[in-house]
């Protein structure tokens, strides 16, 4: 007869594979949106990185494709936000969920509300003198989004800094920084080429933030195979 004491087989945790999976979604989203926003811009006629944001190939032939990606992006964000909301300790848990959630509806707003042409984009047609509603709302989500992800990058880096993760910490915070100042700079000088460039500065930042972060949570989540 054997006398060796057998091994426990390791249990699964749905809940917390559940939550791993939702903050997996946070490093895809920002990859995703930036890739299927530039595929795009290589091919719609009239479309020059250097002069335009990417929020107005949704005036151009092929704008259903940026709205769908804005939706899509939005939908990975809320995933993202419910991933960390299950995951930090309360009331972090509930400022990281609604900040980022706000970014993600944000993201719908914006494909539901394009915004005005301008910079000679779509191809023949006129610049708008006046903003309209649409424009005006467009901006607005976007005011919204960055200002909702740069305080939601404190919050996190904050709960970065607490688990020790200070270099985390660091970088959350500097990149709620420019966020803010990259969007502020981009919506102030938006008829300049330097304006457009500051906007992207914010774009990527955000979410290269919210991939990393993500990535960070996601590998300190408790295993669900144990």
Known sequence: MSTTAESP???????????KSLLGWG?????????????????VPGFDLSQHALSLLLLGPLGWIQAANLVLSGIMVLAAAT???????????????????????????????????MRGFPVGAAGATTASMSGLLHLAAGAIGFVSLAVAAVVIGA?????????????????????????????ALSATSAGVGMLWLAVVTGWAWLAAASLAAYRMAPRPDC
């Open 159 to 187: 709960w970065f800094r607490h688990e020790g993760r200070r270099g985390l910490a660091v970088a959350s915070w500097i990149a709620a920084a420019v966020i803010v100042l990259g969007f502020m700079g981009g919506a």
């Open 27 to 43: 490093v895809v989203a920002g990859p995703f949106y930036l890739v299927i926003g530039l595929a795009q811009a290589l091919f």
């Open 83 to 117: 991933g960390f909301a299950r995951l930090l300790p309360a009331p972090r848990r509930t400022w990281a969920a609604v900040l980022l959630g706000l970014y993600g509806a944000s993201l719908f707003a914006a494909a539901l509300f394009p915004p005005d042409p």
């Open 9 to 19: 087989l390791p249990t699964f945790d749905r809940g917390r594979a559940v939550t």
